[in-house]
């Protein structure tokens, strides 16, 4: 929705940027892509109306004017990258995200793929990081962007949120929260960190504060392509959370014993020095 007042004044880049006269121009995308190509029954997001027609301008309209002529497609946010809640089992709309809806293949004119930057929302570093690649790309400083299969960059995906959280060792260690208001590893109530690529637990969300399950939320997989279908029900233990914590938990009480006594040990000075009951250092105490 766009404001009346404001609306025309909104639009009229993109109608620059169909006409040519914005030229380079990067199309971001965000939202998933509903698609009445092939749900016909109405039309489910627009920008704009068509002073021919006097009809909304779709969403798919709007790729399909823009994105030949862009430099670059970002798409951000896990609904725009691979169609997120939208595009669930049984959506009336054809939600998709737009590396579905363009091809995987798809190229820009400058010859770049889609890049994706999923997360829900995305994280705001993580999108300006990127785009800041693509311009120091087109400025011919910077190799080509390194994408992985999902078209994500691979220096902000390529870790699993458990290799960044700051729980794991209480993974490590077998010692899972029972409930909420636990410093301990939430993988029994339900957190799928170990099978998720983001890197939000490192980088925070805000100023570096944040990061799910550093602050006691599970991670649902908000940033990977199968959400939210495959990571449902939310708070139920993952598959195979049985037997991994079944296997860290035997490891991890073994570990955890012989450590308690490597603690108690690092915790006392060496035998040699001088931490006794006896004062054995020379000095003499002033008596009053
Ligand atoms: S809370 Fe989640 S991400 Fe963190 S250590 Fe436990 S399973 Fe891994």
């Known amino acids: 929705m766009l404001a009346y007042e404001v609306g025309d004044d909104f639009m009229k880049f993109f109608y620059q940027a ?3 006269e914005l ?6 995308f965000e939202g998933s892509v509903p698609n009445e190509k092939i749900k016909k029954e109405g ?3 627009a920008l704009g109306t068509d002073p021919t027609t006097g009809q909304p301008i779709t969403s798919v309209e ?6 030949p002529k862009a430099l670059a497609v970002i798409a951000a946010g896990t609904c725009a990258t691979y169609g997120g809640i939208h595009a669930m089992s049984g959506n009336p709309t054809g939600a998709m995200g ?3 809806y363009l091809g995987w293949g798809w190229k820009s004119k400058a010859g770049l793929p889609i890049v994706n930057v999923p997360g829900c929302p995305v994280q705001p570093d993580n999108f300006m990081e990127t785009i800041l690649y693509l311009l120091f790309q087109v400025a011919g400083k910077a190799p080509m962007i390194p994408l992985d299969d999902q078209l994500r960059p691979t220096w902000l995906f390529g870790a699993t949120v458990h290799e960044g959280c700051d729980r794991a060792g209480y993974y490590e260690q077998g010692d899972f929260a029972e409930t909420y208001n636990s410093p301990k590893c939430l993988v029994k109530l339900g957190c799928w960190g170990p099978v998720v690529n983001c890197n939000v637990p490192k980088r925070g969300w805000m100023m570096g504060i ?3 399950p550093n602050v006691g939320g599970i991670c649902v997989g908000c940033t990977m392509p199968g959400f939210p279908d495959k990571f449902m029900p939310f708070m139920d233990e993952p ?13 991890g009480s073994a570990i955890r014993t012989l450590r308690k006594v490597t603690n108690s040990t690092v915790n006392k000075e060496p035998k040699w020095r ?6 054995t250092s020379g000095y003499r105490p002033t008596t009053y």
Do not use: M, N
């Open 18 to 20: 169909e006409r040519g």
């Open 23 to 28: 030229d380079p121009f990067v199309l971001v």
């Open 43 to 45: 039309y489910w997001a």
């Open 62 to 67: 709007w790729i399909d004017r823009l994105a």
């Open 98 to 100: 737009l590396a579905d």
């Open 210 to 212: 944040g990061g799910c």
């Open 239 to 251: 598959p195979g959370a049985k037997l991994s914590t079944g296997l860290a938990g035997a490891y």
């Open 274 to 279: 001088h931490a006794r009951p006896e004062l």
